[in-house]
């Protein structure tokens, strides 16, 4: 541990603020990490679960004095937090989020601020489980994942520092791009196949002249929309705040689609051999292999 | 148990037919089971790993004076069997088969008897594995798991009772439809999903401009993609297969990417979460309840 601060503020103590809280408590990282929420059960809760030292339903008192704070508020939530925070402000606290989509959080942002704050540094853990809030939290959440930073010409290299080691203190492997390519990779590998699997559920689900076809699923369909069953608030916010970039990697897909029928319609069956086996090569290498 | 058989002759001798193979000999289902395949290794191996009693290398040889004949090699492989079969079937020879598709797999009979033999009834088990081959079958694969038959009018009612009472003895769950409701229940269930996996991966493959974008993928990525570890060979065969059904439900699916498109960059907050939501309590009911 190269550092340890006097106070963590964690905005939002559900599965992610509640493993990063968890974690660097775990870790003895900081004198009082200090839960903040609308919810006083879920905070009350927090503290029974060792996630939070304490917590505060006041957000002034929440954040004073913080070396740090994490928002982990849902991207609908971003831009009323940011207001809130701002009178809270002082040159020594550093803000990060865990957000996952990045141009709209630093749009949030300057609109709350008037300016991107030196001390904001924009962040996403790419790790989650289908399962929210705080009960869902874990210690080692995570571990071996990896999380982005996209600091800004304006982010002080200081701030970007400190938040890189925490994340590091909790196992992640840090890395940093700008927010417009984050955001145009995690709509490729994120956005994309969770709009993906919610399509082919409903798909399913309306095509009620088919009877209940779900019975005839087997492991892999259950497998491949394991996605669908995640949180609808966070990926409505998701959908709404990474728009352009969804949108694109969605018709992207579409035509990558067509292509597939073509092919179908054709009977072109050593292209559709080539199109698998390249596909199978290419996640058997990049995928399985990584663990 | 209510029949024994005195010879179950398996044809094809992988993933399928040597789980199938290998379930019927703990059961003690017949007096032998008997592989039949191209390559001596393979069939050796079958041997070895307690899946079959003997094999033969002579198609004749291994059907003659088997109650029942499983003919579980590749969709593209199905008319050539046939009609190598034709001259030793026999009145009293049950034939029965694994395909994913089963409106190809008539008329691959049809085409190779000149009619449908009232002994042969179509099936397909419901199960897999990312791994194939004889070292995967395993005596537990159908356990809980879907077989669908699709006996045409021609089909013996007697046979059809046979391969019920095998499939049962092994633990499926058997159900009889039409071919063409299989193939479009499969089409829209199974053959959809594996060809939306195959093309995302594909998709981001092609994209190189991105970078290694594989690496910034998490969970859920890996579920979505597994199937896109299946083999190609088995895909390009159902892929040509299941023509029409297949190109129809991804014309749907189109169809459903496009309305998603529209919610996403029309900002349709409150339809987007609806249709997530939906979709989730879909999956939650009817997937993983089924467990």
């Known amino acids: ?9 964690i905005i939002g103590v559900g599965l992610i603020g509640g493993s990063f809280a968890k974690g660097l408590k775990q870790l003895g990282y900081a004198d009082a990490i200090v839960g903040y929420g609308r919810h006083a059960d879920v905070l009350q809760q927090a503290v029974a679960l060792d996630v939070i030292d304490h917590y505060e339903m006041d957000l002034s008192a929440a954040v004073k004095g ?47 601020f008037g300016q991107i704050p030196s001390q904001f540094v924009a962040g996403h853990p790419i790790a989650g489980k289908e399962k929210s809030g705080v009960e869902a939290a874990c210690a080692d959440l995570f571990q071996n994942h990896k999380v982005i930073l996209t600091p800004t010409d304006e982010t002080s290299s200081k701030a970007v520092e400190v938040v890189t080691d925490l994340w ?51 492991g892999g369909f259950r497998d491949f929309t ?48 080539q199109l698998f086996d390249q596909a199978k090569t290419a996640r058997d290498t990049h995928i399985v292999r990584k663990g």
Chains 1, 2 share one sequence.
Do not use: C
Request: hydrophobic letters at 45%.
């Open 1 to 9: 541990m190269t550092i340890k601060l006097n106070k963590i503020t």
């Open 66 to 112: 913080a070396d740090l704070v994490l928002i982990a508020v849902p991207l609908g939530a971003m831009t009323a937090i940011m207001k809130q925070l701002k009178p809270h402000l002082t040159p020594e606290m550093i803000l990060t989020d865990v957000g996952s989509a990045k141009t709209s959080v630093l749009s949030a942002v300057q609109e709350a």
């Open 168 to 218: 590091r203190a909790l196992g992640a492997e840090v890395s940093e791009m700008t927010p417009e390519y984050h955001d145009e990779v995690l709509a490729a590998t994120s956005h994309l196949p969770h709009l993906l699997a919610f399509g082919l559920v409903d798909l399913l689900n309306d095509h009620a002249e088919l009877g209940n076809v779900f019975q005839y699923t087997a």
């Open 226 to 273: 394991r996605i669908a069953s995640s949180d609808a608030t966070m990926w409505r916010d998701i959908a709404l705040n990474n728009p352009t970039a969804i949108s694109k990697w969605l018709k992207h897909y579409q035509a990558e689609l067509s292509h597939l029928i073509d092919l179908v319609d054709n009977q072109q069956g050593d292209a559709l051999f």
